[in-house]
């Protein structure tokens, strides 16, 4: 059985959804071709953390997105390849936005609603 397909198989096994399904392989997949189209089991946590650190640096992606990327690719090692792995290393995260304060925005809409004259 080829990797993606029995990736696959293992997320259907534990009933993740569609979804989660295809976001996971194509997380996977792009792993794979980052790493020159090395197979996973040839690799490891070095490999990861330069991909996760990638997807923050150059690409520039939410920390949403890094986090949903490196979960696939902790879920190819732990559920399909039974590998399991070690720290990370100096991994470069990306950085989450700043909250603004919730009455910053509120009087920003009552100066806004005042202005427009509504």
Do not use: C
């Not at 991994?91 to 910053?104: C, E, F, G, S, V």
């Amino acid at each position: 059985m080829k990797l993606l397909d029995h990736v696959r198989h293992v997320i259907r096994k534990k009933h993740y959804s569609i979804r989660t399904e295809q976001a996971y392989t194509n997380w996977i997949k792009k792993f794979i071709l980052f790493n020159n189209k090395r197979h996973p089991k040839d690799m490891g946590e070095r490999e990861i953390s330069q991909y996760i650190s990638y997807l923050a640096v150059k690409r520039n992606v939410a920390a949403s997105t890094q986090n949903q990327a490196l979960n696939a690719v902790v879920f190819l090692y732990k559920q399909v390849l039974n590998r399991d792995l070690g720290g990370f290393g100096n991994m470069q995260r990306a950085k989450r936005p700043k909250k603004i304060a919730d009455y910053t925005l509120q009087g920003y809409k009552l100066r806004f609603l005042k202005r427009s004259g509504l």
